[in-house]
C-alpha cells in the first residue's frame, strides 16, 4: 500500500510539473528574425548571460512581475526560484554589466509591450492572447 501510495504521488508531482513546462508561450516582437529558441538560449537570455539568439537577433527580455506564467516560466526555463532570479539580477545590475528587464504585471501587458517594442521578448500563460506577437517554438 505505501508504495501505491508513492507511485500515485510521483505521477501526479510529475504530471504536475509537465503542465508547467508547458503552460506559458515565449513570445517575440514581429521584428526579430528566430522562429524557434532552445531553453538554453533562453535561460540565457532571461537570466541577462546574452543578449541574442542563435541566429543573431538581438532580444530583451520582458519579466512579470508574478502570477501562473511567470512561475511556469521560472521552473521550466530558467530552472530558479523568484527570489534568486531577482537577486542574480540585482547583481548584475548592481555590477553595472545589465540594466534591469522591464516588469509587467499582466499577460495583456506583456503582449502589448511586446508588440510594440523591437527586440522584446516575453513569456504568457499558453491559452492568453498573442495578438500582434509571434510566439517562438521552444525545443
Known amino acids: 500500500m505505501k508504495k501505491i501510495l ?3 504521488l510521483f505521477v501526479a508531482s510529475a504530471s504536475c510539473c509537465t503542465r508547467h513546462a508547458s503552460a506559458q508561450a515565449i ?3 514581429p521584428s526579430v528574425k528566430a522562429t524557434e529558441a532552445s531553453k538554453a538560449e533562453l535561460r540565457e537570455i532571461f537570466s ?3 543578449s541574442s539568439l ?5 532580444v530583451t527580455p520582458v519579466l512579470q512581475k508574478g502570477g501562473a506564467a511567470h512561475e511556469a516560466f521560472l521552473t521550466s526555463i530558467v530552472g530558479k526560484a ?3 532570479f531577482r537577486v542574480s ?5 548592481f555590477s553595472g554589466q545589465a540594466v534591469m528587464p522591464k516588469n509587467l504585471d499582466t499577460d495583456a ?7 510594440h517594442t523591437p527586440g522584446a521578448i516575453g513569456y504568457v500563460a499558453k491559452d492568453s492572447g498573442h495578438d500582434g506577437v509571434k510566439v ?3 525545443h
Open 27 to 29: 513570445i517575440v516582437n
Open 89 to 93: 539580477w540585482r547583481s548584475l545590475v
Open 54 to 58: 542563435k541566429d543573431g537577433s538581438h
Open 48 to 50: 541577462g548571460a546574452a
Open 82 to 84: 523568484d527570489a534568486a
Open 6 to 8: 508513492v507511485t500515485i
Open 136 to 138: 517562438l517554438a521552444v
Open 109 to 115: 501587458a506583456v503582449v502589448e509591450y511586446v508588440a
